[in-house]
């Protein structure tokens, strides 16, 4: 073995010589003095599980809307003479908007009456002609009767040799052509209610032209449909609209209703309220707070959203507020028992609350959100949690780091039921372990 050493190369034997240091220095070194740690305590906030009758109230955001808004437009081609609004004007009933040039409907009106008038002397032309043809029908009776006597004497008598056949010739051709008159006479006659219904009904297309014309006439006078505010007006004076061009849009402001959409969650207690009567709700507009209330649901469910519009009225009138203005309102649900008021902070993701158990460790338990309980000064969470009789403590304090089974140092919340009653804490209902061994590995 010596030999072998001998036959290394220096490096090798200062490498071989290092390990082998190292070896023994990890083997025989001396351990490290140890010391017991203490489990560390987070310092937590608490109130007491209370649960009552509360009223919740949802936060909504709508926007004010109207149910009678139009949209006025062009009924007639004309340009636009006179436009005596502007946008934002408030308008009565009846009141003038547009006044279209009248001249091209008034000339259009006077062609009609030109052609009812015309249809009114044709009607009564026919009925004097059928007058004429009643009394002419019996003198063309007689004169074929006549002609018919003629042809027989004359028959008559170019059998005795007395008269020429050209004088029988006339005699017939007299007959034939008093047959004639008297057929197309006959034929006026019979046809004269048909006529009369033709005459009649070129007068009453003429009659309704007339009035088409003036009711086109009236319609270059654009009026307010009803009391309102004018939003836009898209059309200037000179301008030439057509049928169907829009010149200006107004909505009833005495009309006015805030429409919200009311989430998912909430739409059984909402329809339980509206059973029970309309659903008080509040919101701030211009520094002041006015009272409303949800009178229905929307009949239609609008795409991409997940819940229905409300709608909502106002209480104490309808305050000058824009159309389209977006509010936020406070809906108050009906009463409902064995509901826990909490801080948000106590509320640990979507439905979890933490404990504090006799030993001063976390267990969890699961909670549903109801709504809010709001005040003037503070907001809290309107909590169903099954679980609590009444007397747990319930942590505010929000921990990133909480999880089953942690201690904490925990502290009552000033000025809440836990901080008056600091006597009866002691005797507080144990908060039961819930699946701390199964959890009390997993951070939430």
Do not use: C, W
Request: charged share 25%; proline share 6%; aromatic share 2%.
């Amino acid at each position: 073995m010596r030999d072998r050493l001998k036959q290394l190369p220096p490096v090798a034997l200062v490498i071989l010589g290092t390990i082998l240091a190292i070896v023994l220095l990890a083997v025989f070194k001396p351990s490290a003095p140890t010391r017991d740690v203490s489990e560390r305590h987070d310092r937590v906030r608490f109130i007491l599980a209370d649960p009552g009758a509360h009223s919740p109230q949802i936060q909504l955001f709508g926007r004010v809307q109207s149910p009678r808004a139009a949209s006025l437009t062009a009924v007639v081609t004309a340009n636009v003479a006179t436009i005596p609004v502007r946008a934002g004007s408030k308008v009565s009933a009846g009141q003038l908007l547009i006044q279209l040039d009248d001249t091209e409907a008034a000339l259009a009106r006077d062609r009609a009456r030109a052609t009812r008038d015309e249809a009114a002397a044709q009607l009564q032309t026919t009925r004097l002609r059928y007058q004429s043809d009643k009394k002419n029908l019996a003198l063309e009776k007689k004169l074929a009767q006549l002609s018919e006597d003629n042809l027989q004497r004359l028959q008559s008598l170019r059998g005795k040799q007395l008269v020429s056949q050209t004088q029988l010739d006339q005699a017939e051709e007299a007959k034939a052509r008093a047959e004639l008159s008297l057929g197309q006479r006959q034929l006026s006659v019979s046809d004269f209610k048909n006529e009369l219904a033709r005459m009649e009904a070129r007068l009453a297309s003429a009659e309704a032209q007339l009035q088409q014309a003036e009711l086109d006439l009236t319609r270059t006078r654009v009026e307010a449909p009803f009391d309102g505010t004018v939003t836009q007006i898209p059309v200037a004076p000179g301008e030439r609209v057509r049928p169907g061009d829009p010149l200006l849009s107004l909505f009833a402001d005495a009309e006015l209703e805030v429409r919200a959409q009311i989430p998912e969650r909430y739409l059984a207690a909402v329809r339980d309220g509206l059973d029970q009567g309309e659903l008080a709700a509040s919101t701030d507009l211009e520094g002041r707070t006015l009272a409303l209330n949800l009178k229905r649901l929307a009949g239609e469910a609008s795409d991409a959203r997940g819940g229905i519009d409300g709608l909502i009225e106002f209480v104490d009138g309808v305050p000058a507020a824009a159309l389209g203005r977006p509010l936020t309102i406070t809906l108050t649900l009906p009463a409902r028992d064995n509901l826990i008021a909490v801080p948000a902070t106590a509320l640990h993701g979507l439905n979890r609350l933490y404990l504090i158990d006799d030993d001063n460790r976390l267990q969890r338990t699961a909670a549903d959100i109801v709504g809010e309980a709001m005040t003037q000064t503070q907001s809290q969470l309107l909590l169903q949690v099954p679980d609590l009789q009444g007397g747990e403590r319930i942590m505010t304090t929000q921990l990133p780091q909480a999880i089953v089974g942690l201690p904490v140092d925990p502290q009552p919340v000033p000025g809440s039921n836990a901080d008056t009653d600091k006597a009866d804490v002691k005797d507080a209902p144990a908060t039961p372990a819930i699946n701390s061994k199964k959890e009390g590995d997993q951070g939430e």
